[in-house]
């Protein structure tokens, strides 16, 4: 049974930091892409980050390029995302998502995590 | 940037019959799209990708079909379990979704 468990999330001021990490079990970890997606509280799915399989193809959302870093650690089987210069915009429930494909090519997102939540706020 | 716009926002079907979602794409996309599931308080569940291709466990009253820009998901008989919101994808773009209601 594939399992995507984030954890990570937290209340931060703006202007920090926070890191996300996503532990996964179920499935052959470094056979995958796997991506960040995020969502508002209320609001729709937006997109945030996707990593391939090797690390070796890297995207981001406009919204938080240059300030969010996605990485992953194949030995470890687990996802990171690092955070930095948060912004009250960027209070969302952040979900781990497994791609169906190894790169980044019309990826979707066959299995998601429950969440961790982050709320940038003073 | 591709655009994904869905239709219509709010559906009202009664169980028993067929509801049908579309999204449009602003541009081609060929066959790369994905229809998601999302009910309150839980994470978003795949349904289609590839525009027609079903996911794993999917049950066969949800199909999918178009391509290039416009894409319809058809639930063909509602049960109660499907009242929920839908999302179609294309890479880094979601649709801004559409909430499936009981009449």
């Known amino acids: 049974e594939v399992q995507l468990v984030e954890s990570g999330g937290g209340l931060v001021q703006p202007g920090r930091s926070l890191r996300l990490s996503c532990a996964a079990s179920?499935?052959?970890?470094?056979?995958?892409?796997m991506h960040w997606v995020r969502q508002a509280p209320g609001k729709g799915l937006e997109w945030v980050s996707g990593?391939?399989?090797?690390?070796?193809?890297?995207g981001y959302a406009d919204s938080v390029k240059g300030r969010f870093t996605i990485s992953r650690d194949n030995a470890k089987n687990s996802l990171y995302l690092q955070m930095n210069s948060l912004r009250a915009e960027d209070t969302a429930l952040y979900y781990c998502?497994?791609?169906?494909?190894?790169?980044?090519?019309?990826?979707?997102?066959?299995?998601w995590g429950q969440g961790t939540l982050v709320t940038v706020s003073s | 940037e591709i655009v994904m716009t869905q239709s219509p926002a709010t559906l009202s079907v009664s169980p028993g019959e067929r509801a049908t979602l579309s999204c449009r794409a602003s541009?081609?996309?060929?066959?790369?799209l994905a229809w998601y599931q999302q009910k309150p308080g839980q994470a978003p569940r795949l349904l289609i990708y590839?525009?027609?291709t079903r996911a794993t466990g999917i049950p066969a009253r949800f199909s999918g079909s178009g391509s290039g820009t416009e894409f319809t998901l058809t639930i063909s008989s509602l049960q109660s379990e499907d009242f929920a919101v839908y999302y179609c994808?294309?890479?880094?773009?979601f649709g801004q979704g559409t909430k499936l209601e009981i009449k």
């Open positions: 998502a497994k791609d169906g494909l190894q790169w980044l090519d019309d990826y979707y997102f066959d299995y």
């Open positions: 179920g499935f052959t970890f470094d056979d995958y892409a």
């Open positions: 541009q081609s996309v060929s066959s790369n």
């Open positions: 590839g525009a027609s």
């Open positions: 994808q294309q890479q880094g773009t």
């Open positions: 990593i391939s399989w090797n690390s070796g193809s890297i």
